[in-house]
């Protein structure tokens, strides 16, 4: 049960949680660079942790907690639990935040990246496991939008309803508010340093989000322009003007069934290129 310094860099797409209104899977690179996920954690958590005396993200902010390996429910090898479900050991340490390029962060997050996706898969099998690593695509082909379920399933569903007393009626169950579904999915289609093609879906909180207040800014409520906006910042901007990494992970179910790619994009790492060096670089 050792006590971690965790650098937070993924909050994966909330599932309901009957304990807490939303749960999500973090995760994060520890000093040595390696990667740890812990699971569950609240979202509300990550919502609300006061940074230099200001509420801010949780993103890319060292934390110390107590965790344990989930040894018994997860077979894989970076899965972690926190012994306080409370939070009440946390820690709150440095923000890195995003000057010169995101030195400090790459600094943390790139000291370990994959380039060949058939290696990292080789990777993912018995004995090694691995779960979780940064991948650098060598191209980005495409951004598909495709929609998605609009419901909750409805084991998913039931997972909101919170048993409270109600002293009208004893007998009645208080249902918590649902919040909306994604109804549409967002993958990256690229290709690796030996030129094998892959779609991959991602998961990360962060894209979510912006489709969110995309939909919720637009004065004619589109969904269609909600897309698009995510489109031109995922694709037509980052293509541009970053440096775009993947953050994988592979999902529990997949990798346990041991699928031929049990991997999803759980985040996505894109520190701005830094153009004038480049263009220097070319006169030489």
């Not at 650098?7 to 749960?23: A, F």
Request: aromatic fraction near 14%.
């Amino acid at each position: 049960m050792p006590r971690l310094k965790v650098l937070l860099t993924v909050t994966t797409y909330p599932l309901p949680s009957r304990s807490y209104d939303e749960l999500v899977c973090t995760a994060g690179i520890l000093e040595d660079g390696s990667w740890i996920r812990i699971y569950p954690m609240p979202l509300s958590f990550l919502r609300e942790q006061k940074i230099n005396g200001n509420v801010q993200v949780t993103k890319y902010t060292w934390v110390e907690l107590n965790l344990r390996r989930r040894a018994d429910s997860d077979f894989r090898p970076e899965s972690h639990s926190p012994i306080d479900y409370e939070f009440k050991d946390l820690e709150i340490l440095e923000h890195l935040d995003p000057k010169n390029f995101w030195a400090k962060r790459k600094e943390c997050c790139l000291r370990n990246v994959y380039t060949n996706l058939t290696k990292l898969i080789e990777d993912s099998k018995a004995p090694q496991n691995k779960s979780l690593a940064t991948f650098k695509p060598a191209k980005i082909l495409d951004f598909i939008i495709e929609k998605d379920d609009r419901e909750w399933k409805d084991s998913w569903k039931a997972k909101f309803i919170q048993y409270q007393l109600n002293f009208d009626n004893p007998e009645e169950t208080i249902l918590r508010n649902i919040p909306d579904k994604m109804p549409y999915r967002f993958s990256y289609k690229f290709i690796d340093d030996e030129g094998r093609q892959s779609t991959l879906m991602i998961e990360d909180w962060e894209i979510v989000q912006l489709y969110r207040n995309s939909l919720r800014d637009s004065e004619s409520k589109s969904e269609i322009e909600a897309c698009e906006k995510v489109r031109r910042k995922y694709f037509d901007t980052f293509i541009a003007k970053h440096d775009v990494y993947f953050f994988l992970g592979s999902q529990w179910e997949m990798h346990n069934r041991r699928f031929k790619n049990p991997f999803v994009i759980i985040g996505v790492f894109y520190p701005l290129k830094d153009l004038k060096n480049e263009g220097q670089l070319l006169l030489w």
